[in-house]
Structure formats: structure tokens, C-alpha cells
């Protein structure tokens, strides 16, 4: 069976029709004056999904999570969690917890009574508190560091402190606003992957915003692309990357070519596209366009070839053009593509051999090929 | 550059002859064997001796300082308040002239609130002495509270208040518990403050206070009128002694703690 991105899921329940969603944002709206941070959104959220919220800033992503955590009223609309509509919940109420940005460590408190802080609010007796917060400063690792106050705590074990402190009441939900945001690179990539690891382990619904899409691609079971208060995409990052339902969502995520022109021919599946940089593109297309219609075709830069010589399969789509520029980034060669209508392209070949006979160079005449599969058609 | 050049000595004796000359003056004739105010007869602290037995004053001090202290406080809670309500609420209509009116009272002429506070007591026919003395004190003060707190406020991280609620605790728990302590040194200072100007007020005192409710500044003023005693100088030495306590000791705490954070904060950045 053939799967978008090489990857099987077994955590899916998006796909199951009788699976009932955990939480549902409801046609919510919310307004501020005259701004609509989030415009009339509808979304499904599944019991133990990692799901992000990815968008460029202002895009309402932020709005969505704090009225999820109960900071923000919807101005209508309706927000449900586990069967309960919440919009009217005060936050010191809801079952869902919040890890900040700026992680919002109590800087008069040491790391322990930071951690302990919600569960003495619920009236929880001394000594659980106290085991409790003892199996929260294992579960990050920070045993060493109970009686230190915030400001005496590097970066990254702040951040740790800040997750402890929202995991420690055991939320139904965990919802993470940038939670990487202020780490190094190095740290935000281990980090990751110690988030992902105690999602699965807590068996929690985490809810995480973020602008950064290598964090949502690697983190999340699906990603929901917002722009302007709206949803434009939400699915796995493998569809979201390979399958991108829109220009807006192509261009957002990675790198891409997208290239215009009108629809040819249409049938079983395949259409051929007629572009403006004066070649025809036979792809397949998931419902084709009909005939005579503008498309768009989006075309990711590791999916073409860049040879000297013509494909010698007629059926692969290619076109001459000259080398521009060449970037080489280590792991990868970027080749960016002048083809004969003045268009640039961008192509990204592996460097998989330490040692290439005879590369590319500047300003060759080239072929960029790729196949009827390589490709999205774009409606819009 | 660190020259000391004669311009920089000379102007260095100038400023701080004037800044406290007078003072000095003034503490070292506390200390006068003789009764006249400017000429030296020897040292002595019999002045001091008869202050303590100078029931008149020792009553006035002690008015000053519970009307200090009960205005002080009464000052910053309000103070504090009002701080809040700007800070926060940042959008009701007329947010903009409201902060305007707390600061209007920073910049009134003392004579003029003391004025408007005697015609207010006069018209609702309230009897002036103590309690008419603290509330034109909470009055004035209140506004120099709030100015102290709002700036604390403005650099406030309001996340920290998100985090408590979001954790469960009640809007007042979360003021009591994260906000409160927090904004605490901005609190005890602008407490200190009100303090200090309770302390030394005379004009507004003037107005508002009746009979049996004189402040020591009221007092050491109408005995001044009388001629000067070295008794005056001795009361006012002490009150000098006292604010020079606890500035120094305010100064020392600031900067230890900040020495402490700093040597912390490289402590915990170097990875231990």
C-alpha cells in the first residue's frame, strides 16, 4: 500500500467516522474591536492527539489556545471538551492546562512550590503534594534542583520547570504555547523529542501553537495551517506537505515551484496542463479539472531531477533551462533553474557521494525532469 | 578621566555646602552647652534630656507618627488599587482622564488641598483633629502611592497571573498568592513613601488638624515663631537620624539583592 511521506500510521482516529472528537471548536468566532482574530472556525480535536496549530503570527492561532485555556471569551460559537461546552468555564475551572511561552515560572517561589502550585489550589493533601511534585521532578529530570526560585535555572531547565508545573494536576488537556521558542537549536530538536515521548507515555491530548513547521512536522499526528482566523488545511504533515490543498498552504510549508497555466486535457485521473513556461504537463491529478480551466501545479524542489541530458523516458514531464545559481548546503545541492521562458526554478539534488565526477556548473544548459506523480494540481 | 581638576574640586564644595551646610549646622548646635542658637559654648546633650521631658513635643511626635503610619497604610491600599484599575482596564471610556486626575494631585499646590480639605470638613460639619488630619494625609499621598506601583505594574509579566488562574486559583487567590508578592518592593516603597511625606507634612496638616491632634512639624513651626531652642535642633537631629537609617538601609538590602540575582543568574547560565 502506497502512503504519502513513507510513513504508516496506527494512531489515526481522524480517518474512523464513529471516533468522537475530544474537543470541537464549534463556527467560533472572536473578535477584538474591530479585528477578527478567529473567523468562524470549525475544528476536531482527538483524545491523545498531538495536534499544532501552525501559522504565521496574527494568524489566530494564539486567540484559538487561550480560549481553549479559558483567557479569552469567543465572541460566538461554541467550544466543546469531552462532551461539555466550555466557553463559559472560567480558566481556574477547566480541566486543561497551559505551559506559556514565557514559561510564567512564580519567580517568588522555588522550582517545588512552582510545581506544587495547582495542587495546593485543589486542596490536595501535604504528603501527596509532596510525592506528587517529587514524580514531576523525576519525570523531567530536575530532582537536584527543588529549592531553587526560577532566576537561579538556565533556559531549558525553566522550560522543564514550566512543563512539570502544567503536567503536575494531570489536565485532560496540555496545551503549549511556542514551548520551544526560547531554546537553542540543539535543545529545541532533544526537547522535541522528549515531548513526544511523554505525550505517548501520559497518554495526554496536547495542543501545541507554533510558527516554527520543522517543530509541528516533527511533533505533531496532524497540523492545522491557519491564516487570517481561518483553517486552510488540517491533516498529517506528510498531506500537508505532499498534498497541500491550496497555494496558500504549498507555499507555507517548505519550499516549492508553483507553476500556472490551463488545463489541456482531463480524464482518468490525469490531466495535462498546459503552462506558461511554454511546456505541457501530463500529472495526475486526485478530481481532475475539467478542460479549459486554469490550474496551478506545485512541485516540491527535492522532486526534480536536474540532468544533462534529456530524460530518455518520453513519458517524464521536462524542461531545458540553465543554471542560475547553485547553492550547496552540505547535505544537499540547490540548483536554481532559468528555464527558456526566464522563470527560475528551484531543484534540490542529495549529495550521496562524497566525490561527484564532472558536476553541474554555472550557467550549463540543463534538463529539470520529474514524473506524473512528483506533483499537486493547485484549484486556486 | 578621573582628574580632579580645581574646577571639579570647587564644584564639588559648592553643591554639597549648600545640600548640607544647613543640616550640619543644625546637628552640631543639638549639641550646644548654651541655650543660644549660635554661639558655642562647649558640648553637651542636655538638650536632648529636656526634649524626652518636653511633654508637648513628645505628644506631638507621637500624634505625627500615628497619623503616619494609619495614612501610610490606608494611602497604599487605595494607592494600590487605583494602580491596579489603570493598569489593567486599559480600555473603559475616560481611562485617560481618570490616570490624569491621580496625577493632579502631585502637581497641586499644597496650600490649595489643604484649602479645599478644611472646606470640605467645614461644609459636612466634620470636627477637625486626628481623623481629619490622616484623611487629608491618605489624600495627598495616595496619588504618590499609585505613580510607584503603576510603574512596577507596567513591566509586570501578566502571564505569571494567567499561569495561577490556569492552575486553579480564584481571581483573589491569584492576587493574594502570585500578584501580591510580586509586586511587594513596589508596595513597601511606595508605603515607605507615603510614610515620609506624612511625616514631614506641614501645610496640609495646617489646615485640617484641630485641637489636641498638633504634628510635630506643626509644633516645632509655632515654637520656632517663638524663638529657636536647641531642643528643636535636638528633635530634629533625631528625625534626621532616622531617615538617614533607613535610607541606608533600604540602599544596602537593593543592592545586595542585586549582587545575589546577578551571581545566581551566572551560576545557573554556566550549567550548575
Known sequence: MKSLGNIRRSFAPWTDPDAKPYITFRNVTKRFGDFTAVDDLTLNIYHREFFALLGASGCGKSTLLRMLAGFERPTSGEIILDGQDIAGIPPYKRPVNMMFQSYALFPHMTVESNIGFGLRQDGMPKNEIAERVTQMLKLVKLEKFAKRKPHQLSGGQRQRVALARSLAKRPKVLLLDEPLGALDKKLREETQFELMDLQQELGLTFVVVTHDQEEAMTMADRIAVMSHGKVIQVATPAEIYEAPNSRFVADFIGDVNILDGKVSASGNGKIELAVAEGFTIRTAAGSAPPAGSAAGFAIRPEKMKVTRAAPADASVNAAQGEIWDIGYLGDMTVFYVKLDSGKVVKASMLNAQREVEDPIAYDEKVWVSFGETAGVVLKD | ?272
Open chain 2, 1 to 272: 578621566m578621573n582628574t580632579w581638576s580645581r574646577f571639579n574640586i570647587v564644584s564639588v564644595v559648592i553643591g554639597f555646602s549648600f545640600l548640607y551646610l544647613p543640616i550640619v549646622l543644625l546637628v552640631v548646635f543639638s549639641f550646644n552647652e548654651s541655650k543660644l542658637v549660635t554661639v558655642w559654648a562647649g558640648f553637651s546633650i542636655k538638650w536632648y534630656v529636656s526634649l524626652f521631658q518636653n511633654q508637648g513635643l513628645m505628644d506631638a511626635a507621637w500624634v505625627t507618627i500615628r497619623v503616619a503610619l494609619i495614612s501610610a497604610t490606608v494611602a497604599t491600599a487605595l494607592g494600590t488599587m487605583a494602580a491596579l484599575a489603570l493598569t489593567r482596564y486599559t480600555r473603559f471610556r475616560g481611562r485617560l482622564l481618570f490616570s490624569g486626575m491621580v496625577y493632579a494631585p502631585l502637581v497641586m499646590p499644597e496650600v490649595i488641598t489643604g484649602l479645599s480639605l478644611l472646606l470640605l470638613f467645614v461644609a459636612i460639619g466634620f470636627d477637625r483633629g486626628f481623623v481629619t488630619v490622616t484623611l487629608a494625609h491618605i489624600t495627598f499621598s495616595m496619588c504618590f502611592v499609585t505613580v510607584v506601583v503603576q510603574s512596577r505594574l507596567l513591566s509586570f509579566d501578566r502571564s505569571i497571573e494567567e499561569a495561577a488562574m490556569d492552575l486553579g486559583a480564584t481571581p483573589v487567590k491569584t492576587f493574594l498568592e502570585v500578584t501580591l508578592p510580586v509586586i511587594a518592593p513596589a508596595v513597601l516603597s511606595g508605603w515607605m513613601l507615603a510614610l515620609t511625606l506624612s511625616l514631614d507634612d506641614l501645610v496640609i496638616s495646617s489646615f485640617t488638624s484641630g485641637p489636641g491632634a498638633t504634628t510635630l512639624p506643626m509644633k516645632i513651626y509655632s515654637q520656632v515663631r517663638l524663638g529657636v531652642t536647641p531642643e528643636i535642633n535636638a528633635a530634629c537631629t533625631i528625625l534626621i537620624g532616622f531617615v538617614a537609617i533607613g535610607v541606608i538601609i533600604a540602599s544596602i538590602m537593593t543592592k545586595r539583592r542585586e549582587v545575589q540575582r546577578q551571581r545566581d543568574e551566572q551560576a545557573a547560565f554556566a550549567g550548575r
